[in-house]
């Protein structure tokens, strides 16, 4: 169980770290090669007798969930051809913790009442790649982890998440996600870390999330705008990632970014002009591929000294209507912590 926990931490962490690739959303560990199995565990699934609570049926080309046993805490069903969860494979599940359902093709009709909604201790739910229109639920208040990536949702009432306090990780990318579609979907969530909206149809940041956010990720929409003051109302956000945007200068509120928590920001492949005002203790600011054509210092450093300058270490611009030569003669005093400046 240890080793599950860690594994889980260190997704976790890998998304937040530098320009980044999208991490592997399959990362649920095989069942440990053993010969036998529990007696009372379903014929097409394998319960390790080290590992007596966890139930393995992924990759079995199954075509329907097969009748779990009491005492399952862990089940495994991802990579498998099943279509609808029946009434009743749940009923013996009163303790199930973890439910994967990850690469199937279940649409949102096909769940059946009195099956996912009376997992009243689930902490887990990824139901990534398959089929579902809409959020199934309702959702056990105990869920910590929620992962909907790659379906096709195209509503998620607001009460949706209503009550689920303990929730600290959402990924709601590659879907069909409106503005008003996720309208008021956050504002019970009182300890959400990660938020991931990205590759959906916003035009706006999202409304009403939590103080408590670390990190947002709304890449790849059709946002042209921030809003005043969006950031202020997040204390604690750390990493915020807006590329492939419409964003462009009158879009971005003078200060808006200049926030201190701030240590990622990406606005690039948007259609910025000028580089926005930061804070100081921003980190890693990436504005690849805009239509930025003068480099202003002073939106990085307001003034250079031998106690301020930037923290920044990463600065991309390649892909912009500006050159090395551009930079302004203070520039080494403001970047004395810069490992990376690319221009092209």
Same mark, same amino acid.
């Given at each position: 169980m240890f080793a599950l926990s860690f594994f889980l931490l260190a997704e976790l962490l890998c998304q937040s770290l530098g320009q980044y690739d999208y991490y592997d959303e399959h990362y649920v560990p095989s069942a440990p090669l053993e010969v036998l199995s529990s007696p009372t565990c379903a014929q097409e699934c394998e319960c390790p007798?080290?590992?007596?609570?966890?139930?393995?049926c992924n990759e079995r080309n199954l075509k329907f969930i097969p009748i779990v046993p009491s005492g399952i805490k862990y089940l495994y069903l991802q990579n498998n051809h099943i279509e609808e969860i029946k009434a009743g494979v749940f009923d013996n599940a009163t303790d199930l913790r973890w439910l994967v359902l990850d690469n199937n093709n279940i649409a949102s009709d096909k769940i059946q009442a009195g099956t996912i909604d009376k997992l009243s201790k689930l902490e887990k739910l990824l139901f990534s790649y398959n089929k579902l229109t809409k959020?199934?639920?309702?959702?056990? *208040? /105990?869920?910590? @982890?929620?992962?909907?990536?790659s379906n096709q949702l195209s509503s998620f009432p607001a009460s949706t998440l209503s009550g689920m306090e303990n929730l600290t990780t959402l990924h709601l990318s590659k879907n069909k996600l409106t503005t008003e579609s996720i309208t008021g979907a956050f504002k019970s969530l009182k300890s959400l870390v990660l938020l991931d909206v990205s590759e959906n149809k916003l035009k706006k940041l999202p409304s009403g999330v939590p103080p408590s956010l670390l990190m947002l990720y709304a890449d790849n929409n059709e946002i042209d705008s921030i809003p005043n003051g969006y950031l202020a109302k997040l204390p604690a956000l750390q990493y915020l990632r807006v590329s492939h945007n419409k964003l462009v200068?009158?879009?971005?509120?003078?200060?808006?970014f200049n926030v201190s928590s701030l240590l990622e920001l990406d606005l690039s492949f948007n259609k910025? *002009? /000028?580089?926005? @005002?930061?804070?100081?203790?921003?980190?890693?600011?990436?504005?690849?591929?805009?239509?930025?054509?003068?480099?202003?210092?002073?939106?990085?450093c307001k003034f250079s000294s031998p106690v301020n300058y930037s923290?920044?270490?990463?600065?991309?611009?390649?892909?912009?209507?500006?050159?090395?030569?551009?930079?302004?003669?203070?520039?080494?005093?403001?970047l004395r912590q810069a490992s990376e400046i690319i221009f092209d």
């Open positions: 007798h080290t590992f007596p609570t966890a139930m393995y959020p199934p639920g309702p959702l056990s *208040k /105990s869920l910590d @982890e929620l992962k909907l990536i200068d009158s879009g971005i509120p003078a200060g808006v910025l *002009k /000028s580089i926005p @005002e930061i804070n100081e203790s921003l980190e890693h600011l990436y504005l690849q591929v805009n239509e930025i054509n003068k480099f202003d210092l002073t939106n990085i923290q920044l270490r990463t600065l991309r611009l390649d892909g912009n209507n500006i050159k090395h030569s551009s930079m302004p003669d203070d520039t080494a005093n403001c």
